[in-house]
Every structure is written in structure tokens, then in C-alpha cells.
């Protein structure tokens, strides 16, 4: 992890919504935080010129561009065309003095550009070798993603930056590595830079795909044409020049008694980190974040209290932001959030359940049930699948996750979407059953 100086991390700040009370024998605590990163110096709209940073300090980042090579990305021609058109914007897109590479993946990981082990500093002059380089690229081979990952982590470790991240596009299946060999890189990778994966067209498997970027914590999606490739790069690496602090930790701490059940993203997407805990300290444990820019995110922190009599209370949780550094100091950010755990003989008190725990929970269950479905759809479960389905489709209605609800539309006939009474449709294209998929995680805010 890199030390970082307090003048470039954002302001962020912690806020808790739950209802604190409990009846008695209550034991169960939920709370959704709301985590806001502003300031910081990032380029906000000034990614529209995009060799503009903060003035007085250079960019500290740098990214590594895995673009995959294997003999599919023939299958039309104007793939391999795509990808390297898609690759040229995304370099148009670095500011001056961030450091790159573009790796080219088959069952190899071979460096594209600059090469001999090392990153090109932006500008000018090697965005436009960077893009001479990538007319040099054909397809042919096969795929090892794990093998592109860590060419990718050992070309970014070699900068002393704050920022690390990648950018991996595939077309196809992870045939040539073992499941295994493809966790091993991921379990290597993890907590030293980031990455925001793509599959292109529909011959790739979305949970490997969605895998890796859960891993790494980036973003996941499907580019079914193409075509819109470039608009897809350019946007992601708009957003990773908005980075400014990397390895922000969410820190829990709970008192003596306490056990906690869960700790998961909730917004944008969906993503567990339950299992991501590390120890820190006393009762205290870090859930991973990745990186932050200008941005807010919601996390729901569940946990189990001892019991204890009507009208008293306690600190449930106390949740807030730091970064480890290298020699075991910890930089906090903002002031902690409180969950608190009050118990109450009122009836009305104790079963009102918060807006925010209740759209999330929803929000959970909906990417889950989606998940379901598909898995029973493709092993010809048509009732299983159709009452997965019919209930994300009454989810998606209740939270108002209109992006969602036109995804199901595409797969499933809907009835009535109150009830969630669905059929299956006899026919799906391939694209749309796969863009349901890869989105299953993605929430709306809660209107709070």
C-alpha cells in the first residue's frame, strides 16, 4: 500500500440510517452508511481535456490496458478492429504524466507497449507510439486471463503511484488456465491495483468475467456490439483519471459481545465484503473499498448485539474510513458513523423498519433472485425460473429500478408486475439473457 499525503485525499464523510430500536430480546442491528468522497483534487468535469490536472502536482496513477488477442477476436474482423480503435481512445483519455502500458492477452500475456518491463509517462509523444504499437496487433492464440493479470500487476508495481488500476477486455472463455491458476492471479492481484473488466460480443462467461472485476473491485459489464467500444473506454478511463486515493479501508469496530453478520456494498452495485474482513486491532476489522474520486457509495452493516433490558442502549458499531499505510500507521478520514442499539417496550418504535435498511435489503434480494433465475432458466427449471424472475420483476417495480425492470422485460413476458407474474419468453436473445446477468448487481439510490 502507498503512503499518501493528506493535501490530495478527499473530504469524506459518514452517515448512519437505521432504527435504533429494538424490542426486547432484540438482537439484530441494521444499518445502511452512506459514504461521500468530495474534493481532492479530482478532475470533475475537466476530463473533457483530458491532459488538464491539478495544477502544482503531477498525476500520481498508472494503468495497464489488457486487450485480449486470442484467434476469436477475428470472429468478424472488425472486432480486433474495434478493440484497438477502443484502446486508442481510451489512451486519448490519460492525463499528461500518468504512466501506462497496453498488454496484449492470449494463453501469453505479452507487453504491447512501452515494453522491456516498464510504463511509458503520458503525453504527446507516447500516445501516439502507444497507438502505433496497437496497429501492430492481430489476433491469434488462446486465452489465460490469470497470465494478462499478473504482467499487468508486476508492470504497475514498478511505479511508486497511488493509483493502480487496469482495464481488461476478453471475448471469450478462460480456456487455456485452470479455474484455479485464474484465482491464484485474482488472490494475487487483490489489494494491489484495481480493474474494471469487459466482455465483448457473447462468447464470454459473465461470472468469470463479473469475477474478476468482484476481485479486484472494479466494475463489470457486457459491450454486445462492438462498436461501442471506444465510448465504453473512453468513459471507464475517464472515470480512473477521477481517482485520487486508493486503499480506503471501511473499519468497523464492535464492542465486547458483538458479532458482526455482514458487511456489503449496496450502491451502485451489490457487492459482498463480508469475507474480505482483515483484522485491525482490538474488536476492529477493514472491508476493502478500492479506489475513490469525487463519489458516494452506501454500504449495509448488519450485526448481532447481546440482549439487555427495555430502556437501555448501546454502541452497536462505530464505522469509519482509513487508509493503512506501509508502516502500520493509519490515516482516518472523517468523522465516524454510530450505529446505536436502544431497546424499547413501544411496539410502534421497535418494528418500523428504516427506508434505507428496507430499499437496500430489497435491492439485495433483487440481485439475488436474478442470479436464481437465470441459473434455472439455463438448467430448464421453467417454475423455478419463472417464480425467481416474477419476484425480481416485483422487486425492480417496488424500488423503482426502472434500468433493471427493461433487462427482465427482455427475458421474461411480464403480467402483472405487483404480483410479480411472469412467463418465461420462448425465445431470448443471447445478448440481452447476458446483459441481465452482468447487471443483476447494479442498484438505485435510495431517495432519502
Known sequence: MANFSKSNVPQFSVD????EYLPEGGREVNAIVTVSATGGGTIGSAVSAPHLYTAGRAPDAAVAIMVDCSGSMDYPPAKMRNARDATAAAIDTLRNGV????????????EVYPGDGRLAVADASTREQAKQALRRLSAGGGTAIGTWLRLADRLLSSAEVEIRHGILLTDGRNEHESPEDLRAALNSCAGRFTCDARGV???????????????????????ADPAALSADFTHMMETAMGKEVADVALRVWTPVGTEIRFVKQVAPTVE???DRRTGAGPRAGDYPTGSWGDESRDYHVCVRVPTAGIGQEMLAARVSLVIPHDDGS??????????????????????????QVAHYTGQAELAQVIQQGLDLRKAG???????????????????????????????VDVVDVAAGTVRLKA??????????????????????
Open 16 to 19: 448512519v440510517y437505521q432504527n
Open 99 to 110: 504512466r501506462f502500458a497496453v498488454i496484449g492477452g492470449t494463453h501469453l500475456a505479452k
Open 201 to 223: 460480443g457473447t462468447d464470454w462467461e459473465v461470472k468469470e468475467v463479473t469475477g474478476i472485476a468482484s476481485a479486484l473491485l472494479g466494475t463489470a459489464d457486457i459491450v
Open 272 to 274: 459482498e465484503l463480508t
Open 330 to 355: 493509519v490515516q482516518n478520514l472523517g468523522t465516524p458513523g454510530l450505529v446505536r442499539a436502544v431497546w424499547t417496550d413501544d411496539m410502534t418504535a421497535s418494528t418500523s423498519i428504516n427506508p
Open 381 to 411: 427449471d421453467v417454475d423455478g425460473a419463472t417464480a425467481k424472475l416474477g419476484r425480481a420483476v416485483q422487486l425492480a417495480g417496488a424500488s423503482g429500478n426502472a434500468d433493471t425492470a427493461k433487462l427482465l422485460a427482455k427475458v
Open 427 to 448: 425465445r431470448v436473445a443471447e445478448a440481452d439473457e447476458m446483459t441481465l446477468e452482468t447487471r443483476s448487481t447494479k442498484t438505485v439510490r435510495v431517495k432519502k
